[in-house]
């Protein structure tokens, strides 16, 4: 074809959209043999490809017969009716209302059936008579004129968007929006009468285009004659503008196939509607929309009549089916006590199409229940779920900015459709027919919805489907599951009180494998630091250590606590020999009385030890205890060993004295716990195992001068722990606890300073290993490491005083400070005051 007649046939072809009026002074306008020639070739083109209707036609033939031109033949081919059905669009009710024109009429009527391969009839099918809906005349509100720019998109629909389009209230479909699932993972390709794909709304929005009568895939062979496709295309895909309406899958992309005539009557043959559907799913279609069917029901036929009428699209639904694509389908427009179309309720027929098949029921969303045209999910209630589809507002293919309401299973259909690919984007690592599965157990099954036999498997809940379905679990690199609800961590004191795993983004999983990203962070038992006055008042209420000599180098060392009824909480039994030989045995609630060193029980609150951390963690251990001396190069040399119901451990230390009033001691060992790391709890998809190995080394020492004691202490450990789940490896984890004071006694007064760090974790490199997204058919797995350590550093800075007096036999005060209580950074400091009198009866 010429660009002349090219030129002339977009002419044409936009005047008979006008009004046959302006066609016929288009057509006047042709006068010489030359613009006869190319009216006669423009007029062969857009009857070949089916681009105007007969009405049309007739004119420019006659205007060619005027000029003498020979006749081309005009009008459509049709075949016999399915079954002697027709096929009929399920949209009622055209209302056209103006958007920046005036108002225009769309959408309706019915075509010709789809026949099988055989020859087609003579004479074209009368188009059935499709009943109006019961109901008050359509009165939508319209926008007012736009006289502003172009719309322009953006990232989520607007309140006004969802207003004009309407139904979309009651579909939750707001919320999935939100949650920024809006489609653009999927292709949907809808079978209708045509696009108008230039509209404001529709621009862009395609893919790819079809026509099923001349196989063409040119955008300008799938024009939209009628209104219907153009307006179903609207409710999936209109753009997010802020303009107008808006579809459920603003960010998908649509495949047009054209399966109507120039009249927009459905005048496919049964191979071309399964070319039609078999072009879709060769373009990798996940959703195949159908607001159409025959007039005919699934139950008044056999598996082998419909097997033999409709054999090209029964293979090809088959294969489809193999390839994970969904099939949609409008119920039809027959009133509710009318069960679905065949089409619709097909699997009742061919049970193998059954997980990719979705029939439609319409919901008016004024009353939430089932509109009186609609037929009901009966037969095909197991695949069957209802949606909104009255007087729904979508573009209109009279022109830009012209919007159509349409009511039926034909407006409800596609909502569905829409909503199944904003689950794709959602959950791309599920297949399609688990969508549809998700789509049906989330929907609303609640009051009226719980009617299968009217509402299928209830009313679509784009909201519900796209949350969490069932308990949430949480998968390791190595496939290990666990339960989100039971996956906890609790870190031991010396980890302090921040969240280690705050931000640390990993994908949790529901029952059907649907991916939800969570932040770790919410499974971490944080401890909120509070320091413990009631043990702080017991440490200083308690019995300073006293020791009895038995002569021969025995002594007993012992201490009671007096705040509970005078119970023994230090027995330690000593044995030295004129060799420099010591032997100190017992039961131990302080770790220095074993050693034979400086103890502050009874004077600080704090429990603080210069001896290593390690042995004892918690306020209220007690082990049994053996130290072992002996002289060696002018020093000591000291072997100890301890075990207690949560650890056990060796040491050996070596004490010289440098001076006459200073004696260092050095000391490494090892201890094995019980109680992870420092008392961590771990649960679920996070595991530490329970024992652990810490090696430790340091220094301590007293300097005695007359009445004067100055002291320091300092501990430096590593510590092994293995891991399961997430955590997939953990580094040495090194902590430390140092303390440095002084006391002074004069007579009965004693005063002391000391300044002391709690133990802390240093550094706890810790490698975590899940689930974070999905590509390419597979979970994505990423790995990250997460130091454990706590963001601060508590210092304990502590003063107290202790005297007697006739009266009261006890006096003791202890002032102190915390700073960066809980080793958080962000921490404010801390101030207690303790004070304790004391006496006996």
Not at 149 to 164: I, K, N
Not at 321 to 338: E, L, T
Not at 600 to 622: H, I, R
Not at 683 to 692: E, N, Q, R, V, W
């Amino acid at each position: 074809m010429s660009p002349e007649a090219a030129s002339m046939a977009r002419d044409l072809t936009a005047a008979a959209k006008r009004s046959p009026e302006d066609l016929s002074e288009l057509l006047a306008k042709v006068e010489t043999p030359e613009q006869a020639a190319t009216l006669q070739s423009a007029s062969e083109y857009l009857t070949e490809q089916q681009l105007i209707d007969a009405g049309s036609a007739e004119l420019i033939q006659a205007r060619l017969a005027d000029l003498g031109m020979s006749s081309a033949t005009a009008g459509a081919t049709s075949s016999g009716g399915i079954f002697s059905n027709t096929l009929v669009q399920v949209g009622l009710v055209a209302v056209g209302v103006g958007g920046i024109a005036a108002a225009a009429g769309g959408g309706g009527g019915g075509g010709g059936g789809g026949g099988g391969s055989s020859s087609p009839p003579a004479t074209e099918p009368t188009p059935p008579v499709v009943t109006p809906p019961i109901a008050d005349p359509v009165n939508p509100v319209v926008a007012p004129p736009v006289t502003g720019p172009a719309p322009s998109l953006v990232s989520t629909p607007t309140a006004r968007e969802y207003t004009f389009t309407g139904g979309m209230e009651i579909t939750g479909i707001q919320a999935a929006h939100a949650r920024n699932y809006t489609g653009s993972s999927a292709k949907v390709a809808v079978l209708d009468t045509g696009f108008y794909s230039d509209h404001p709304e529709l621009s862009g929005q395609f893919s790819g285009f079809y026509n099923a009568y001349t196989g063409s895939e040119l955008a300008a062979d799938a024009g939209d004659f009628d209104g219907h496709g153009t307006h179903v295309a609207g409710i999936i895909a209109a753009k997010a503008n802020d303009y107008m309406g808006v579809g459920y899958a603003p960010d998908t992309k649509l495949l047009g196939a054209r399966i109507g005539d120039a009249n927009g009557d459905l005048a496919v043959t049964t191979q071309q509607l399964a070319d039609a559907f078999r072009w879709a799913r060769g373009k990798g279609a996940d959703f195949v929309n159908n607001s159409y069917g025959p007039d005919a029901f699934a139950s008044t036929f056999t598996v082998a009549q419909v097997e033999a009428g409709l054999r090209p699209m029964i293979d090809e639904f088959r294969t489809g089916a193999q390839n994970h694509v969904i099939y949609v389908w409008a119920n039809g427009n027959s009133g509710s006590d009318k069960q679905p179309s065949l089409y619709a309720a097909l699997p009742q027929l061919f049970p193998e199409l059954k997980a990719n098949w979705v029939a439609v029921a319409n919901i008016d969303s004024s009353t939430g229940q089932l509109h009186a045209t609609s037929q009901r999910c009966g037969d095909a209630k197991d695949w069957c779920i209802s949606a909104p589809g009255t007087n729904i507002s979508a573009p209109s293919n009279v022109g830009d900015d012209y919007y159509a309401v349409l009511t039926g299973t034909s407006m409800a259909a596609p909502a569905v459709t829409g909503t199944l690919a904003v689950l794709k984007d959602a959950f791309p690592m599920l297949t399609n027919e688990q969508l549809v599965t998700r789509l049906f157990v989330t929907a609303n099954k609640t009051g009226v919805y719980a009617n299968a036999d009217l509402y299928g498997q209830g009313l679509m809940d784009a909201d519900q489907a796209s949350m969490p379905l069932g308990p949430m679990s949480l998968a390791s690199a190595s496939g290990e599951v666990a339960p989100l609800s039971t996956t906890t961590l609790r870190m031991g004191g010396a980890f302090g009180t921040s969240n280690p795993l705050q931000g640390v983004q990993v994908m949790a999983l529901d029952v059907q494998g649907a991916g939800f990203i969570t932040d770790l962070g919410g499974v971490v038992q944080t401890r909120n630091y509070r320091y413990d006055l009631v043990a702080a008042t017991d440490r200083m209420a308690r019995q300073a250590p006293r020791q009895v000599s038995a002569g021969n180098g025995m002594t007993l060392t012992f201490s009671n606590n007096v705040v509970y009824g005078g119970a023994m909480d230090n027995m330690v039994m000593g044995f030295a020999d004129a060799d420099g030989m010591t032997t100190r045995f017992g039961m131990v609630s302080d770790v220095d009385i074993l050693a034979g060193g400086l103890n502050f029980a009874g004077l600080s609150q704090q429990k603080v030890s210069f001896a290593a951390p390690y042995w004892m963690s918690e306020t209220d251990e007690s082990a049994f205890g053996l130290h072992q001396g002996f002289g060696l190069a002018g020093g000591s040399l000291s072997f100890t060993a301890m075990s207690s119901a949560e650890r056990a451990g060796a040491a050996m230390s070596y004490s010289y004295n440098l001076t006459e009033a200073y004696a260092p001691v050095l000391e490494v060992g090892i201890v094995n716990g019980k109680d992870s790391l420092f008392g961590t709890e771990t649960s679920g998809a996070l595991g530490f195992s329970d024992k652990t190995e810490t090696r430790f080394v340091g220094v301590r020492g007293e300097y005695n001068r007359n009445d004067l004691t100055l002291f320091h202490s300092a501990y430096m450990g590593q510590s092994d722990v293995s891991a399961r789940g997430l955590i997939s490896g953990v580094d040495t984890v090194v902590t430390s606890s140092w303390l440095v004071g002084g006391k002074f006694d004069h007579g009965i007064r004693q005063f002391g300073l000391i300044v002391a760090q709690p133990l802390k974790v240093e550094s706890a490199n810790t490698n975590l290993s899940f689930i974070d997204g999905y590509q390419n058919g597979a979970y994505t797995m990423n790995s990250v490491n997460v130091d454990l350590a706590p963001t601060g550093r508590q210092i304990n800075t502590e003063l107290y005083f202790a005297t007697s007096s006739r009266a009261i036999k006890d006096i003791k005060l202890s002032l102190m400070r915390m700073d960066q209580p809980g080793h958080n950074a962000a921490a404010n400091a801390d101030h207690v005051a303790t004070l304790s009198l004391g006496t006996s009866f």
